[in-house]
């Protein structure tokens, strides 16, 4: 290995120096077994607690009683008097709900109730009840907080308006329980009319436009903005094409606006061709804004003009959406200077993600500014994620850091103890009875306070009950101390190896993607279909079976472990030979489809993790990342010859002729 100079070797040094720190760190107290022990719950309960379950949900109470009996003193038990007490709230006692409330027991299940009873309480203006018990509720959402202000009113009203303005700048619809407050605000001039004209604008930025008209019921002139919104969200080019601007109308002039940014979404090229003839009725503010949401549009759709619509906007009045977008089309331009511009004009905030120090640190090196670009890559390379890799693949010619130094395994006792916890207890009982939802609460609620000890005991728990998604859910939450072993868990490695082998692909590689796609879950099933531990689409996986001569395929095998793995690595495979052997296009193309994948690329090569960041589908842009660092873990895990993720990136070939083989679209 072979340094430039004295100061970058320092640097380097400190590096693994700072990263040996973080990874030995004294570690807080593992975890604790729990005050009252409780028999486990076996498997001959599920049924039972599955017939309770379905009393609750039919309104059967008397049902619901038969089985209370059968699960007192054990963990479920918070489950069934939840169920109970549910039932019945409207005329439940006071006493025997905040009796409820006050139990030791650690359950989603008392605060989701806590929650409930609330709202009951404040329907009925029990304010009393309702100011007692709300300061210990630890979930809330905008109905409960503006019940609270509401309640608040009647001993402070000018403070409580005042204070209703931090929920009010949003382009979501609030809940009923915020209308009087922001109502009492707007007749006192708390909420004035600009700041209803900024709502306003929120929510049609945000696509709300039923909110908007009647935020516009609010404004003089509202009758007619609402109706000139509705037209523009009909048919924005007709509505552009019709129209007859005044520019001293301020609604007039936001309901093109929103119609231009509408049309920008469809064709960058019809709103800017409407804005020639209108722009000169906007002042200079707007037409400011007008050219931040054509830019945004134009660089999500990867149009070159974005950079110049860019430049006619003035950067202080962008979006982190916008700000972000910016940069991409600075980064797919190869222009670092206009790189550096527009992270430098993001928040503070937006700066510090991780994102953005590594691509600031980037601009500052291609620009000549090599000691600010490994100011901001040192303390990234010791993060173990994407950024982090590609960070410390800069500072030196080898792959990242190897994850064993990182390693801590919970003791026997440590295990023992966190199986007696119930929630850990209620979490296997639910995950077995195939109730993923209230298991994944449960999960998250039992977790929340751990320390990084108890979360790699957790997970190690969840391992061995073949939870694979919480294993690597809790192992994915420690800061100091780490198993990466339960982060990349490898299960199902002998039912893959002969997938592998036959279709020639990188094991690794493989695993990065199937983390992704199911975190290990069998019976993992998308919300557009997609199913099994390789998420295989139905469509695509009749085209595959086509292809392998599989002549007895029938839809519901797509679930059976070897037909998913089989159809899988064959897709794989496919879309890598599609894509000249690149990862990160087949990687692309697996989760968002060929086409796009294809479409996606520049006239020219670009760098993978350009490429990548450039994807304009934020969950396919997240993916495909994911995948490729969750492969060169994999590959240290598997002993796998050293290559670095910025060398498994590569380069992304620039546009060729469409490819005319017929290939399945759907993911």
């Known amino acids: 290995m072979c340094y430039a100079d004295s100061d970058h070797f320092l640097k380097l040094g400190m590096r693994f120096i700072l990263y040996f720190l973080l990874a030995f760190a004294p570690a807080a107290q593992a975890a604790k077994p729990p005050q009252t022990p409780q028999p486990d719950i076996t498997v001959t309960d599920d049924a039972e607690f599955l017939a309770a379950r379905d009393a609750f949900r039919s309104g059967d109470r008397a049902g619901l009683n038969k089985f209370a009996r059968h699960f007192m003193q054990t963990p479920l038990e918070v489950y069934i008097s939840y169920y109970q007490l549910r039932l019945g709230l409207e005329q439940a006692d006071p006493k025997a709900v905040r009796e409820f409330l006050a139990r030791a027991e650690d359950s989603p299940m008392i605060d989701r109730l806590r929650g409930e009873w609330l709202k009951q309480l404040a329907s009925k203006e029990q304010w009393a009840l309702f100011d007692a018990e709300y300061p210990r509720l630890l979930d809330e959402d905008d109905e409960l907080a503006c019940y609270a202000l509401q309640s608040r009113l009647r001993t402070d009203a000018l403070n409580t308006l005042k204070e209703s303005r931090r929920l009010w700048f949003t382009g979501k619809r609030l809940a009923e329980s915020c209308n009087p407050i922001f109502d009492g605000a707007i007749t006192v001039g708390i909420i004035n009319e600009q700041d209803i004209w900024q709502r306003l604008r929120l929510t049609l930025e945000a696509g709300n ?48 606006l929103f119609a231009l940014i509408r049309l920008a979404k469809q064709s ?11 722009s ?15 830019a945004y549009e134009a660089a999500r759709k990867q149009d070159e ?22 940069a991409r089309a600075s980064l797919r331009a190869w222009d670092w200077h206009s790189t550096l511009a527009a992270i430098s004009a993001m928040s503070p905030e937006q700066q ?35 950024y982090g890799q590609l960070a410390a693949d800069e500072l030196a010619d080898t792959p990242v850091l190897s994850t064993k130094s990182a390693v801590y ?74 198993d990466f072993s339960l982060r990349y ?32 879950v069998t019976a993992a099933k998308s919300q557009v279909g997609a199913a099994g ?127 005319q083989q017929p290939i399945p679209d759907e993911k």
């Open 489 to 520: 868990l490898a299960p199902y490695r002998d039912a893959l190896q002969s997938h592998i082998r036959e279709n020639g692909l990188d094991e690794a590689w493989v695993y990065g993607l199937m983390r992704q796609e199911s975190r290990f």
């Open 268 to 278: 960058p090229d019809l709103s800017i061709a409407h804005w020639a003839k209108l």
């Open 352 to 386: 510090r993600d991780p994102t953005w120090q590594y691509w600031k640190a980037r601009a500052l090196q291609a620009t000549g500014n090599v000691q600010g670009a490994q100011k901001l890559l040192l303390p990234l390379s010791i993060e173990p994620h994407f």
């Open 533 to 659: 531990l390789m998420q295989v689409m139905p469509s695509t996986a009749r085209w595959i079976a086509g292809r392998l001569g599989l002549k007895n395929y029938r839809t519901d095998m797509i679930h059976q472990l070897d037909t998913n793995l089989k159809l899988g690595t064959y897709y794989m495979k496919t879309v890598l030979s599609w894509f000249d052997d690149s990862p990160v296009l087949a990687s692309a193309a697996y989760n968002a489809g060929p086409s796009r994948a294809r479409r996606w690329r520049a006239e020219r090569p670009l760098e993978g993790a350009i490429y990548a960041e450039s994807i304009p589908f934020d969950e396919t842009r997240d993916y495909v990342k994911k995948v490729m660092s969750n492969t060169v873990y994999y590959a240290q895990q598997f002993g796998d010859p050293p290559r670095s993720l910025k060398q498994r990136m590569g380069i992304v070939a620039g546009k060729e002729p469409k490819n």
């Open 280 to 294: 000169a009725n906007f002042p200079e503010a707007e037409q400011r804004y007008f050219f931040g949401w054509q």
């Open 209 to 256: 436009v039923s909110l908007a008209q009647q935020l516009a019921s609010k404004l003089s002139g509202g009758s007619t903005l609402a109706d000139a919104l509705g037209r523009a969200a009909s048919d924005a080019d007709r509505y552009l094409e019709k129209l007859s601007l005044d520019g001293s109308n301020q609604g007039q002039r936001v309901a093109a």
């Open 305 to 326: 003009r974005a950079l110049q619509w860019y430049r006619a906007a003035a950067s202080n009045q962008l979006n982190e959406q916008q700000s972000a977008w910016w």
């Open 409 to 482: 395994k919970p003791t026997p006792q440590d295990i023992v103890s966190m199986q007696a916890l119930p929630g850990i207890q209620r979490t296997i009982a639910l995950y077995r009875m195939d109730l993923r939802s209230e298991a994944l609460k449960e999960w998250r609620w039992t977790l929340r306070n751990f320390n990084d000890h108890e979360l790699l005991a957790a997970a190690e728990v969840a391992r061995r009950g073949e939870m694979y998604d919480r294993a690597i859910n809790a192992a994915n939450l420690t800061v100091n101390s780490h």
